[in-house]
């Protein structure tokens, strides 16, 4: 046994506690998906720049959409294919 076994415990301790880097992103998230999708040139665009104004992520804007069309009654005619 060292005299410095005490001091490497710690610092053991110390770095299990705190994670160290950048929080966990998107794209490592197991709860999010990656999807594709076609949008027209100009759509792309004024969507890309109205969301830099309001600070606001592209699949922010995607998750709120999706999200709201999927709490509506589905159509009787989509529900039977």
Not at 34 to 42: E, G, H, M, S
Not at 48 to 55: A, Q
Request: net charge positive; aromatic share 6%; no cysteine.
């Amino acid at each position: 046994m060292s005299k410095y076994d005490g001091l490497l415990q710690g610092r053991k301790a110390a770095t299990e506690t705190k994670r160290m880097g950048r929080p966990r992103g998107k794209a490592s998230d197991p709860d999010y998906r990656q999807v594709t999708i076609y949008l027209r040139r100009d759509t792309h665009g004024a969507a890309r720049k109205r969301l830099i104004d309001e600070n606001r992520e592209f699949s922010e804007l995607v998750e709120d959409l999706v999200s709201k069309w999927l709490a509506t009654p589905a159509k009787k005619d989509a529900a039977a294919r």
